[in-house]
């Protein structure tokens, strides 16, 4: 995987995981359960498409190698992406699909509210717009997790299963590693520390309010989305994503 | 109208043109006959999304800034925004995207809050602040009899700046234009 400077890196993990959370939303076009819920879920998909254009555009114009933010997310393979493994996962059943939302979300919630206070000035303006949005996606997926929690016995039981499969890969909320650190001692990221503690408040009170219990930090293994290490699914969802440009390149209408 | 007509016309009009107050004035105007390609009822200006003029070494720059991030209409208004001033004999307008500080509903004229409602389409209620943001928004009034006795069937409407609203009192569902 090509390494960059620290700020670079961390526009790529920002960009990179809107990008394939908002692709994996857009695989549910024409399969919903009901039209509102179809239209809510490519909304949301579409927003965070359009956050991670913003990340891009500006991790290309710091790259200066000629490409632009859709050369970064069509050209690249699975190991120079830096997203998240949460959101690279298959999206399940309806319950699967609004836990991961409701756990990103959260995420993003909180590291962009601190965000827009960047020492970088472009991060803190990307953040504040992209900061309106996300405070409707994450009321709207707390109380998809609230209702499904909380609703009948088959629900509830789906949705202890989906926290049971995704929250395994919610340690890379937690880690830190040399690009954070770097980061945040310069003012342009939040505190680690600081950041896992609000996003275990914010879960912890939605998943009691849900009725769902809260599992023990989850601990880091061998994968890690950030070093370009991603589980099998990554691959399956860019070969779909990146066929058009891979097939016909510089294509154009 | 022969091509060679249109470009003799423009670059009589750009002549005339040397960015002074009215010529400034004139931009606006025009851009104020710019509809928003989703909420045609609406011009650009009237939705607060450009959000500067002005004049620079014989050019015309105007500043635009996104509604949503994802919004797919962007491009599409940025092409109908320079096509409109070339037409009106601005040469070559310089458009730059301004994200900061980003956009929000408190930005749309009173006009433009008007010509929502006669749309069809409840404009947004209250300022933008954090509360409203949060789902404690003011009473949504109904676009089509002003009742406020109204619910809300979905977060999200047919675009992304729209929710979906139903009217107790005279049935009608009708999007309203969310707050943010
Ligand atoms: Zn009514």
Redesign the pocket.
Known sequence: MKKYDELTEFLLRMGDSALVQGQRLCEWCGRAPALEEEMALMNVGLDLVGQARNWLDYAAQRINDGRDADMLAFRRDERDYRNLLLVEQPNGDFAVTMSKQFLYDAWQFHLLEALTESADQQVAAIAAKSLKEVIYHLRRSSEWVERLGDGTEESHQRMAAAIDTLWRFTFEFQETDAVVDSLSESGIIPDAGALKQQWQQTVAKVFTDATLSVPEDARSFYLSGREGMHTEHLGILLAEMQFLQRAYPDASW | MRAGDLISTDSTASLRLRGDDADLNFAWQVLADVPDPEVPAVSVVDLGIVRSVTWCDDRLYVQVTPTYSGCPATEFIEEMIREALQAAGFVNPQLTQKLDPAWTTDWITAEGREKLRAFGIAPPTGSASKRSLLGESGEVH?P??D?SNTRQLSEFGSTACKALYR?D??L?PFDYFKCI
């Open positions: 109904c089509h009899c009742s009217c009192d005279c009608e």
